[in-house]
């Protein structure tokens, strides 16, 4: 029983700690007490493999504030060649046979986990099913500063609140509650409030993500990022650049998907959330 106890007890220590998530390649900042071997138990990438990525000799003479930079990683699946995966992420078989140090006769199978180039972005044909989420129709783009346009309800962003994005959007409601902007890759995402960088990683199915805690204790989510702008603990403002989109790794071009949560993490209505508030 004993026994039992403290397998638990490890296996909740492991997924407590399980915060930099396998897809494209993310960066980490090295905090006190932390090691390359924690953040190799995070990301389930090796610590050999995360020396060779970042050029490290010496793990232990890692700093406070070295960014390691963790590459991105896909899991064979039935069917998988390295050609074909290479098609989808927009890499050549030839960067994926060195990265994971293949040679030209090397044979994959499923289950087999490769390492993916720091550029591979998954191309918008390759899909994951979001549990809940329902298709909704976009509202006219809007112009710069002013909220986005819908035709019911209307949205109206309290005092000191920035749009994330300025595209099209859609409320999505289901297990998630979000806005979903339509956007091109590359486009700036803001804040969209004044906050705290809360989580600063690789989200599977959403690409990069971000998790502000706003002064009001609010979470606020921006998933969909191609390229992170800000790291765990910078501070931001209404407005400040946080992060770049990429395509939609759940299909439908490139999308931004913002959502907010509450102070016990709980989602909130988009709709009710920005009903009735004065519009800045």
């Known amino acids: ?26 960066s980490y ?17 090796s610590i050999d493999k995360l020396s060779a990525y970042n050029g490290i000799t010496d793990a232990s003479k890692l700093k406070i504030g ?29 960067e994926l046979l060195t990265i994971n140090k293949f040679d030209r ?42 909220a986005p346009a819908a035709s019911t309800p209307v949205l109206h962003a309290p005092p000191g609140f920035v749009w994330p994005h300025q595209g099209k959007y859609a409320v999505e409601k289901g297990k998630l509650w979000w806005l979903v902007f339509q956007g091109s890759a590359g486009d700036v995402v803001k804040s969209a409030t004044a906050g705290e960088v809360k989580w600063a990683a690789t989200w599977v199915g959403f690409g990069k993500v971000l998790i ?11 998933r969909g990022n191609r390229e992170l702008l800000v790291n765990v603990g910078d501070r931001v403002q209404p407005g400040t650049e946080i992060a770049r989109l990429g395509p939609s790794l759940l299909g439908g071009g490139t999308k931004l998907y913002f959502s907010i949560n509450d102070e016990n993490s709980n989602p909130i209505d988009p709709e009710k959330y920005f009903s009735g508030k004065s519009q800045s």
Do not use: H, W
């Not at 909740?12 to 396998?22: H, R, V």
């Not at 502000?212 to 921006?222: H, P």
């Open 1 to 26: 029983m004993r026994n039992r106890v403290a397998l638990l007890s490890c296996i909740a220590l492991f997924l407590s700690c399980a915060t930099i998530l396998p897809g494209a390649e993310t």
């Open 29 to 45: 900042t090295l905090k006190e007490g932390e090691t390359l071997f924690s953040i190799s138990r995070k990301s389930g990438v």
């Open 66 to 94: 070295t960014v390691i930079k963790v590459p991105g990683v896909y899991v064979v699946k039935k069917g998988d060649t390295l050609y074909g995966i290479a098609r989808t992420f927009g890499v050549s078989v030839d």
């Open 105 to 146: 006769n090397a044979r994959i199978k499923p289950g087999d986990t490769l390492l993916l180039p720091g550029d591979a972005v998954a191309s918008s044909t390759t899909t994951a099913v979001s549990a809940g989420s329902t298709p909704a129709a976009t509202a006219p783009s809007t112009t710069a500063g002013a």
């Open 212 to 222: 502000i805690q706003g002064t009001d204790g609010m979470r606020y989510q921006y």
